[in-house]
């Protein structure tokens, strides 16, 4: 397959890569179109991942506030229980 008779949409990342290789930049659209185009789905990835890393990030601060209360609070009887033992 080739830029030349091929829409983008139905290409994969590494086939428009591939044919850009072969490409020197003349600044035709349809070199700048698949300039775009590649651009545009690498964007588009990036913007998933930070998507994905910000709700597990979110997910396990949650997690991490819980534990800490969980360790307050065993914190508190420890020291209750060391006081009213020493009594």
Same mark, same amino acid.
């Given at each position: 397959m080739s830029?030349?008779?091929?829409? &983008?949409?139905?290409m994969t990342d590494?086939?428009?890569?591939r044919d850009l290789n072969g490409l020197?930049?003349?600044?035709?659209?349809?070199y700048?179109?698949?300039i775009t185009e590649l651009t545009r789905r690498q964007?588009?990835? &990036?913007?998933d991942?930070?998507?994905k890393f910000s709700n597990d990030s979110d997910r396990y601060s949650k997690r991490l506030v819980v534990l800490t209360w969980v360790l307050?609070?065993?914190?508190?009887?420890l020291v209750f229980s060391t006081f009213?033992?020493?009594q």
């Open positions: 830029i030349q008779n091929q829409n &983008l949409n139905e590494e086939e428009i890569e020197t930049y003349t600044g035709s659209p349809l700048m179109g698949a964007l588009r990835k &990036l913007t991942a930070i998507n307050v609070i065993l914190t508190i009887l009213r033992g020493s």
